[in-house]
């Protein structure tokens, strides 16, 4: 079974940290982006990493507080969220794409991903 979950998310505080988890079950992950989306507002993608973990991105939104890694043993990509706002309160999604492709221009494209996990929930609120 093709499966992707995410898993990290909670209640932070601003200015704290969270690290989310994205692990594939039934396949190999190549490029994932992670996308989120907030109450009311459309899914944005915030970050991409490609398979080798050389090629990464992110929006303008996250740049400098958050951070992407994967551990390719463990079929595992990781979102470090550091310097955390309440404006970053949203669901979380990762999405995999079986492609070789690079984080270019169409990183954040959503139809470019065919696997999607079912989300998490990170909430930032003192």
Known sequence: QLQLVESGGGLV???GSLRLSCVASGFTLNRIGWFRQAPGKEREGISCISSSGG???FAEAV???FTISRDNAKNTVYLQMNS?????TAIYY???DRSGKICGVSAFRQNE???WGQGTLVTVSS
């Open 55 to 57: 090629s990464t991105k």
């Open 63 to 65: 740049k400098g507080r």
């Open 94 to 96: 990762c999405a995999a």
């Open 84 to 88: 955390l706002k309440p404006e970053d």
């Open 13 to 15: 505080q601003p200015g």
């Open 113 to 115: 991903y065919e696997y």
